[in-house]
């Protein structure tokens, strides 16, 4: 606010009487040098220009008498501004180099006991010496004319800061309209400069500036840069304010026009919206079954929503978390069928095998139908490959149980507000996915699947698996809280399955929470089974060829999954029996002939050369070669195992992407070799010169694990001794340095694709005959399962007695020297 244009009601005289006092006061006469000597008036954190007039407050007594020295002789003053406004008691050095002599007038005592007073100032001048400091300061200035006529360059400049002043005029209301005629008037470049730096609002700092350049011209063009700046301001509060007054124009005639439709409504007897939707909330309330704190909180939350205007930004949030706690199913719960033949018949009916899972799932119905208060429920973790059918399982239980069946995917999930939901506080804020999947169920004891959870991940957002730790442990979850609601939420009537793939790399607090159930894989008779019942009839009815009385036999379908499938589900075995189904249908559009029965022959003529390759059984016995019984997610494999004697240093090599397990075990069969090596009538210098090279086929696919120990120390003992290895055995077993035989997993794999690859033999781990509960009658059969509890054991079984080539002979030192 510009103080030289507007009156001070405080004072007793009027500004304009006040003024024509300051006129009367006549400039200091200079001295034949150009000198005058006057006392000082210390200015803080104020700048007085020449020629303009503003009031200033007098407070300390150095001061007070200066001010009356310079009044009793008629004198002006030397307003100096001091660089420090803090300093009380101002010395020589703590004054600006340039000043202004000035005019004071009458001295008025104000309200708050300090003196005031009107100055005006006269001239620059500058300070070159001081005179005294005691009991005031004073000093010898020397005065600085400025030059009174403009030239071109001068006028430009004036024209320009006139243009501009104006412009500030126009959007500044607090500067009035007389100060642009005020400047119109004024000839004088520095004069105008200094009235203009007066009348807008500038800061302290450009203030003191402006006064300490002494060319008129480089002040005018300095002011012109600060007048620009200003309008700049100016012109965006200018905008700024219309934007406000817009809006409250805006939310003043809504407001008017809302009161006007609830007098409407009021006269119609519709009452208002916004009432009418609160009292619904309240009645629906009433009706709905909730737990003493949800219902304390939506009450409080309804009488909020009553008392605040309906546009207020709060409304929105206030409302949408009513309805969430309103339509949450806190108590409600479907009634579960506990008759255990019944889901037996569902589970058999939609799956084929997995027997432990099912038995798990019949024994919990069976605890529930003699105790059917029972609160806690079973969280159960299946674990398995791709496509073995842990999802559809759990669609199964929960139509067995008679439950409603909800998902969630928790792949790829980073967020730990996925899981817990974000707070209120949050625009756009929501639940996490448990209680916005619960809402979805609409009941309390739905059938939750966690799916794909070894796929979730932690990042600088938190971690999603600790957040799952309260969600499924039964001593929490009875009172899960969630950031979004910040209620207890029931989930112990919930029965939680969670699916994985891989169990490394859940965490083992979460892991230690849940109960792991291992879906195996299918086997190649349970994947013919599987297609026969689901899969077949399936595709012919999606594709349409229902009516065709198409089959498959069965070694068509032996064919496909051997030699067109590679997995341990059945998805891809699906897809396959789903192009065979399409082909047909084609045919039959085109009106061409179509296989009504699909055997092993037709298949490579509607799906293609063969995809895949199974490792074939060796067809002779062979020195060196034996093999091997491995595990893959797809299933069981066999494996050979070669192995070549080579004139060296006694080295050992290991090809075929052997892993640091099984290169272990590699180790031991060649110590164990070499602790026997008498007995097996070894040459114990062959192990110095002689190199030992251990190969397994398919180099390209990674190999690992201990179960190879007996068949890679069996490959070494038949080619030192020359004794062939029997084509119809295969053997699996981890070896100890002694020749023991420890037990290996993956049997039941491992046995059926020995079956199918045709051997005669197979040699497993004592220890792990347990596991062949499981396997087909068939396998057990035709093939020969003999136990073994040490490598004496199996040599006896897997070498022949004779030998069929010369075993490998190390040169002697006496032939090395002669050579």
Known sequence: MNNNWTEDDNFDLTLSQRTEEL??????????????????????????????????????SSSLLAVQEAQTKGKTVIGLTQKDPEVN?????????????????????????????LVQGRRRVEIVEFLRVKPYLKVRARIINETQTADKQAQALMRSALDLFEHCIQLDRSIPEEAHLFALNISEPGWLADMIATSISLTYEEKLRLLLILDPKARLGHLNNLLAQEADVLELEDEIHARVKNEVDKSQREFYLREQMKQIQNELGEGDVFARDAADLK??????????????????????????????????????????????PWVDAS?????????????ERDHYGLKKAKERILEYIAVRSLKPKKERQPILCFVGPPGVGKTSLGRSIADALGRKFVRVSLGGVRDEAEIRGHRRTYIGALPGRIIQTMKRAGTANPLFMLDEIDKLYSDFRGDPASAMLEVLDPEQNHSFSDHYLELPFDLSKVMFVTTANYLGSIPPALLDRMEVIEFPGYIEEEKVEIANRYLIPRQIEENGIETLGVTFESEALQRIIREYTYEAGVRNLEREVGRVSRKVARLKAEGKKYPAVITSETIEKLLGPQ???QTEAERKDEVGVATSLAWTETGGEIMPVEVAILEGKGGMQMTGQMGDVMQESVQAALTYIKSRAALLKIDIEIFERLDIHVHMPEGGIPKDGPSAGITIATSIISALTGRPVFKHVGMTGEITLRGRVLPIGGVREKVLAAYRAGLKTVMLPEKNMKDLVDLP???????????????DDVLEIALSKEVTIEPPRPKKRNEESSD
């Open 23 to 60: 006129y009367g006061v006549p400039n200091t006469e200079p001295s034949t040098d150009g000198l005058i000597e006057a006392v000082v008036l210390p200015l803080r954190d104020m700048v007085i220009f020449p020629r303009m007039v503003s009031p200033i407050f007098v407070g300390r």
């Open 89 to 117: 008691e101002p010395g020589a050095d703590d004054f600006l180099p340039i000043g202004v002599e000035m005019a004071v007038g009458r001295l008025l005592q104000m309200p708050d006991s300090s003196q005031s007073a």
């Open 283 to 328: 009645k629906k309330l009433e009706t709905t079954n909730l737990p003493d704190e949800p219902r304390k909180v939506a009450l409080k939350e309804i009488e909020r929503l009553n008392q605040m205007p309906p546009m207020a930004p709060e409304v929105g949030i206030i409302r949408t978390y009513i309805d969430w706690i309103l339509e949450l």
């Open 335 to 347: 009634p579960d069928n506990l008759d255990v033949k019944n889901a037996a018949k569902i589970l």
């Open 611 to 613: 995809q895949f390759f």
């Open 777 to 791: 009658k068939s396998a057990k059969a035709e093939m020969k399962i003999l136990p073994v509890k040490h490598m």
